[in-house]
């Protein structure tokens, strides 16, 4: 049982390229999100999903894109990267809420540098 | 909006001196209280959940308790291995997890 798997777990890119972030968890979660995290700054939600065919927009979505074809997979999209992307980025999957919250699972992380 | 705020920003303690994590918050409709720890280039790891105002829940040397506007993270007689940075996150309604800024907590033997 893997969990939420990220790849890649380092990347570094030229300023205004492009590149797909890949989280896939095998737990049957409906709930997938993206997050950002900065020093200082905290966890920040970039996009969630709340299944198949449905996403949308968190804290910080400018220059991201997702979409969720599967309940397994949710790419996160940067479509020209700039320096202000650098960031440690966190996938993270739960069950939708019922009566009560429902704690997330994240993966270990990708760490991006734009230069 | 949903709005959590962690104190201190950072800890030191010597070992076996317990302490107290605090997480203020405001949330619409709390479905529940989460508290993650977060070792360095890790992905964080649930602790705990809480749901209502009086519940407690413990582990180990962690014991995290609730009230309708703070959750605190008591540690009690701490090891050096408790070092790492520890997240508070609330979800009201259907919404995603809001996390806090977290606690640097090191623990010197």
């Known amino acids: 049982n893997a969990g939420v798997t990220q790849t890649p777990k380092f990347q570094v890119l030229k300023t205004g390229q492009s590149m797909t972030l890949q989280c896939a968890q095998d737990?049957?979660?409906?709930?997938m999100s993206w997050y950002r995290q900065d020093p200082g700054m905290g966890l920040r939600l970039i996009h969630y999903?709340?299944?198949?065919?449905?996403?949308d927009q968190g804290e910080v979505p400018n220059g991201y894109n997702v979409s969720r074809s599967t309940t397994e997979d949710f790419p996160l999209r940067l479509l020209s990267a700039a320096p202000s992307q650098t960031s440690v980025y966190f996938c993270a999957s739960s069950y939708l809420p019922g009566s009560g919250g429902t704690e997330a699972f994240f993966g270990q992380g990708t760490r991006l540098t734009v230069v | 909006e949903d709005q959590v705020t962690q104190s201190p920003e950072a800890l030191r303690l010597q070992e076996g001196e317990s302490s107290s994590l605090n997480c203020s918050y405001t949330?619409?409709?709390?479905?529940?209280l989460f508290w993650y720890r977060q070792d360095p280039g890790k992905g964080p790891e649930f602790l705990f959940t809480?749901?209502?105002a009086g519940e407690e829940k413990e582990k180990e040397r962690l014991k995290a308790t609730l009230t309708k506007k703070e959750s605190f993270l008591h540690i009690t007689a701490p090891k050096p291995e408790d070092s790492a940075t520890y997240l508070c996150?609330?979800?009201?309604?259907?919404?995603?997890?809001?996390f806090g800024k977290g606690t640097r907590l090191s623990v010197i033997a």
């Open positions: 809480l749901y209502s």
């Open positions: 996150a609330v979800q009201g309604g259907n919404t995603p997890l809001v």
């Open positions: 999903s709340v299944g198949a065919g449905i996403t």
């Open positions: 949330v619409s409709g709390l479905r529940g």
């Open positions: 737990m049957n979660h409906e709930y």
